[in-house]
T-cell receptor, first 112, second 116 residues
Framework: KAGVTQTPRYLIKTRGQQVTLSCSPISGHRSVSWYQQTPGQGLQFLFE???????NKGNFPGRFSGRQFSNSRSEMNVSTLELGDSALYLC???????????FGPGTRLTVT | AQKVTQAQTEISVVEKEDVTLDCVYE???????LFWYKQPPSGELVFLIRRNSFDEQNEISGRYSWNFQKSTSSFNFTITASQVVDSAVYFC?????????????FGTGTQLKVEL
């Protein structure tokens, strides 16, 4: 069974640009969550989607947004990138109600 | 608000030693889930265990064991006879389910180094 896949794996952007990251969950998983990991702030929850609806949101500015498609694939977008947005962005999927989340390999975003 | 504390930033052991990683949590909810994840150098978080707040039974899986004590709000993780492959960062996490959904609050992680 294929795991969670994230694309791209690495990305370099310039301050002020925007970026879109993609996540394909494990087959059958309809809940997708996003996390940001930085050396300073650690692992922080961004948002969770289920059935194309945002169920939960963390404490991030509105520049961070996401969506989920009917096939459960999810994208997150960061607009007007700042240097502090440099991080590993992790996506996780699960069956609704199982609370066991399985993570993808992450997208390493570098903002210069 | 919920909080997870992993006071041990880094632990170094020699192969075959036993090692315990500590985790203390705070939550106002009576229903919650606790987790341990492993993050090897590749970066992917690997799910190890989930424990709900109503199940205080300790669990053993091979060389891994977990001790959940609600009285001290702790969920400690022990690796018996450690191996070099166990070297990774280990994260303890809390989910205030079901209301909190899949939102995980992570501790700061413990870097485990197992040397020959």
């Amino acid at each position: 069974k294929a795991g969670v896949t994230q694309t791209p794996r690495y990305l370099i952007k310039t301050r002020g640009q925007q970026v879109t990251l993609s996540c394909s969950p494990i087959s059958g998983h309809r809940s997708v969550s996003w996390y940001q990991q930085t050396p300073g702030q650690g692992l922080q929850f961004l948002f969770e989607y289920f059935s194309e609806t945002q169920r939960n949101k963390g404490n991030f500015p509105g520049r961070f947004s996401g969506r989920q498609f009917s096939n459960s694939r999810s994208e997150m977008n960061v607009s007007t990138l700042e240097l502090g947005d440099s991080a590993l962005y992790l996506c996780a999927s699960s069956f609704l109600g199982s609370y066991e989340q399985y993570f993808g390999p992450g997208t390493r975003l570098t903002v210069t | 608000a919920q909080k997870v504390t992993q006071a041990q930033t880094e632990i170094s052991v020699v192969e075959k030693e036993d090692v315990t990683l500590d985790c203390v949590y705070e939550t106002r909810d009576t229903t919650y889930y606790l987790f341990w994840y492993k993050q090897p150098p590749s970066g992917e978080l690997v799910f190890l265990i989930r424990r709900n707040s109503f199940d205080e039974q300790n669990e053993i899986s091979g060389r891994y064991s977990w001790n959940f004590q609600k009285s001290t709000s702790s969920f400690n993780f022990t690796i018996t006879a450690s191996q070099v492959v166990d070297s990774a960062v280990y994260f303890c996490a809390l989910s205030e389910a079901p209301g909190g959904g899949n939102k995980l609050t992570f501790g700061t992680g413990t870097q485990l180094k197992v040397e020959l």
